[in-house]
């Protein structure tokens, strides 16, 4: 397997709260990992240490080591700015910038950063709506405030966003579950594609949805990695008897 | 017994809505006695020559408060210029980085700031400013002005940093946006009609303020024509012309007054339709 994220012995606290607690996983590049459980079980705080976005939580602290490629995204010489611009986010709630238009919403990632030049951006802002399906949608008022589209929309307009920086992993915290079931279908569609060239680790505490775009499922409880495997047999045949009651609905 | 608890109830209620009302007349009634008293008297002696003309010598017709219009613009926006950056970053810092004990000593001397009777921020920048400069100067007053600014856009400010939405930060970094230019072109730029409301507000009130350029910018009969110069301002014209034994000086201080009030309403309106906007 060509580990493109190796998580190792992750320890995250909040003050006193221990929300991680050795959690070591090894994510495959180019495939889907799931992470289920209940909610409060750690699954966001996981996802959120994979780009360092708690280096802003001033309460947080990370131990143990995150690799990517090879080098510890949490080794001091690195910066984290540099970390995120592989690691890229999707968030529960659709948050495009609203005072920027659907095109410059697509490009916020160089424009933000004064780069780009305008022939480059016509260009990534279509390949990259193409890519999650939206250019149609809204080819004819890329210049309209992107706060006038749909839930879903907005959604696959920060997904275009995200790949629009070219990063390596896109890290996706529950993206449907505040879409209807159509808006769902269709970012799970987007899942399943975008894994031919990224790495995905996405956050659900659907369990279809988990059975449905992942390759590899992990169960986590009480802030603990209960038990990691290939989906179909984490859904049918799991090892541990606190996945088995969790899959089949007796708690969660 | 029921019918007397309701009959109770509704002399309550009447007396409860007697009272309200009062109170509602008994705050318009000032505002109302103020706008029509200096609407009154100002329009009299308001005219084109009060807005080109400097102040002339009692007796002598046509004189005007060109130099202290003048005076209080250039001293704001050069107050601006000093106590915007401080204020708007200062906010910056306490909102978004500043979370250990410096970040509550900033927030308690800008309370601090805020509270301290404005004729003595006069007198401490005259003991900054003005001895060892050997004279008042425009620059001293609009220091002093900075000085009444600051808390005001810092507080404000930090308030409206705080409703930014934390989803549009989080936005911003992960796409790899450093901290420094999430929080210059996400985070300051959704706030910006608030600030822009704060700031007219801030500038409402040092417009009017008198008692910190007295020590400071001093006044001038005349044009100034250097920073390093005493400066006329609207306020101090108007004071020094209301305390004057000459009737056509006070006709000249009621037409001052008058713009200068209708300049705060401006102002005051400005910003609470911007305020407003933002919301619809
Ligand atoms: N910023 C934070 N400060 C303090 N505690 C937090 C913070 N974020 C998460 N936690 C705590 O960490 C635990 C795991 O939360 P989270 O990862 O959000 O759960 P999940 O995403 O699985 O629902 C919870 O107990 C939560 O209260
Ligand atoms: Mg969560």
């Not at chain 2, 204020?87 to 978004?96: H, Q, R, S, V």
Request: charged letters at 15%.
């Amino acid at each position: 397997m060509n580990c493109k994220v190796q998580i190792d012995k992750l320890n995250i606290h909040f003050g006193q709260t221990h929300a991680v607690k050795d959690v070591s996983m090894d994510i495959a590049a180019n495939s889907v990992t799931a992470i289920i459980g209940p909610s409060g079980c750690g699954k966001s705080t996981v996802l959120r240490s994979i780009n360092r976005m708690h280096d802003m939580t001033p309460s947080a602290r990370v131990s143990g080591r995150i690799i990517l490629d090879g080098s510890d995204i949490y080794d001091r010489s690195l910066d984290p700015v540099s970390i995120r611009r592989r690691v890229g986010m999707v968030f529960q709630k659709p948050n495009p910038f609203p005072a920027m238009s659907i095109y410059d919403n697509v490009i916020a990632g160089y424009k933000l950063n004064g780069l780009l030049v305008k022939k480059e951006a016509d260009q990534i802002v279509e390949s990259s709506l193409q890519r999650v399906a939206l250019w149609d949608e809204v080819k004819d008022r890329l210049h309209r405030s992107a706060m006038d589209l749909s839930g879903g929309q907005q959604q696959r307009l920060c997904i275009a966003r995200t790949i629009a920086v070219r990063p390596e992993v896109i890290l996706m915290d529950e993206p449907a579950s505040a879409l209807d079931p159509l808006s769902t279908l269709k970012i799970e569609e987007l899942v399943e594609e975008l894994k031919e060239k990224y790495t995905i680790i996405i956050v659900t505490h659907n369990m279809q949805q988990a059975a449905r775009v992942s390759d590899v499922t992990a169960f986590f409880y009480l802030g603990e990695m209960v038990e990691m495997g290939p989906t179909k047999k984490m859904f049918t045949t799991p090892e541990k008897k606190q996945t088995e009651d969790y899959i089949t609905g007796r708690f969660g | 017994m029921k019918l007397k608890s309701l009959a109770l109830r509704k002399s309550f209620n009447l007396g409860a809505t007697l009272l309200m009302a009062t109170a509602t007349i008994l705050v318009l009634l000032p505002l109302g006695i103020i706008f029509s008293h200096i609407l009154k008297m100002g329009l009299q002696s308001v005219n084109l020559a009060f807005f080109t003309n400097i102040p002339q010598p009692t007796g002598v017709p046509g004189g005007g408060m060109a130099n202290g219009l003048a005076g209080s613009a250039i001293m704001i926006l050069m107050a601006l210029l000093l106590g915007l950056p401080v204020g708007i970053f200062g906010a910056i810092y306490l909102t978004e980085y500043g979370k250990g004990r410096l970040a509550t000593v900033i927030r308690f001397s800008a309370d601090i700031l805020a509270g301290i009777p404005s004729i003595i921020t006069g007198m401490v920048v005259y003991t900054l400013l003005v001895v060892p400069m050997h004279g008042f100067s425009a620059l001293a007053g609009a220091f002093a002005l900075a000085l009444i600014m600051i808390p005001i856009v810092l507080r404000t400010t930090e308030e409206q940093l705080k409703l930014v939405p934390v989803s549009l930060r989080e936005a911003s970094l992960a796409l790899g946006v450093p901290m420094w230019r999430t929080s210059l072109k996400v985070t300051l730029r959704s706030a910006m009609t608030g600030i822009v409301t704060g700031v007219l507000l801030a500038i409402a009130r040092v417009a009017g303020e008198t008692a910190p350029l007295l020590f400071t910018a001093l006044g001038n009969q005349f044009w100034s024509r250097k920073l390093t110069e005493p400066m006329a301002a609207l306020p101090l014209q108007i004071f020094n012309f209301a305390i004057s034994p000459y009737e056509d000086w006070h006709q000249l201080a009621w037409a001052g007054a008058l713009v200068l009030v209708v300049l705060m309403f401006t102002l005051s309106l400005a910003a609470r339709w911007l305020g407003r906007s933002r919301h619809s």
